[in-house]
């Protein structure tokens, strides 16, 4: 595998921060390139050191590569807006979350309340290690759970969390014109928005 740094953004941080939580960002314009599945191993061994309760863990990745008689398949649960542009992705991956778990000591399973979060952990780690490695992930949630969670085969003690394009980021010219002008990072709420010291802000009661 060829390691890269990402490819440095305009943003500007508030406060000190590593690159690559600035600079990595959501495209949707891949090239035609195709990842090995060994790099695609890189990045499932970085989401496997994500944080979890009890170390449960909870994470499952399912993944299709382009040109695979499943990436069909994958790709089928997605709806219109995002196929459009999916489809040109290397890989199509689903996120799902194992919803119970054996706590240390015990010998039933019972739920687990971090299921998501947890899972949420493992896709950090994925994307971040995604874009150190110079590709780009692009993470969805609109597709038709229920659709996805047939055609992939999940059983019922799973979630489904996200879907997830992965690609080297091309010149985007397979998109649309509109889509193509959003062909740019993002900006992001500034930490005082976010963040406070000490109890829950008064100013968030009118939207209770």
């Known amino acids: 595998m060829t390691t890269q740094t990402s490819h440095r953004t305009n943003r500007t941080a508030e406060h000190p921060a590593e690159r690559i939580f600035i600079d990595r960002w959501s495209p949707r314009g891949f090239s035609d390139e195709q990842i090995p599945e060994s790099e695609l191993r890189t990045f499932f061994e970085a989401a496997r050191w994500a944080p979890s309760a009890y170390n449960s863990q909870p994470w499952h990745f399912l993944y299709a590569l382009r040109g695979q008689a499943e990436f069909d398949a994958f790709l089928a649960p997605l709806i219109e807006f995002n196929r459009g542009w999916a489809q040109h992705a290397a890989a199509l991956i689903y996120l799902l979350s194992r919803k119970e778990f054996i706590p240390p000591g015990k010998t039933e399973a019972q739920f687990s309340r971090t299921h998501s979060f947890d899972a949420?952990?493992?896709?950090?780690?994925?994307?971040?290690?995604?874009?150190?490695?110079?590709?780009?992930?692009?993470?969805?949630?609109?597709?038709?759970?229920?659709?996805?969670?047939?055609?992939?085969?999940?059983?019922?003690?799973?979630?489904?969390?996200?879907?997830?394009?992965?690609?080297?980021?091309?010149?985007?010219?397979h998109l649309a014109p509109a889509l193509l002008q959003r062909e740019q990072p993002s900006p992001r709420s500034s930490v005082n928005e976010f963040v406070e010291r000490g109890l829950f802000p008064k100013r968030f009661e009118a939207a209770r």
């Open 120 to 173: 949420g952990a493992a896709w950090a780690n994925f994307a971040n290690q995604v874009a150190i490695a110079g590709w780009a992930a692009h993470g969805m949630s609109g597709f038709d759970v229920d659709k996805a969670r047939t055609v992939l085969g999940v059983p019922d003690g799973f979630n489904v969390e996200i879907a997830i394009a992965v690609g080297r980021k091309g010149d985007g010219a």
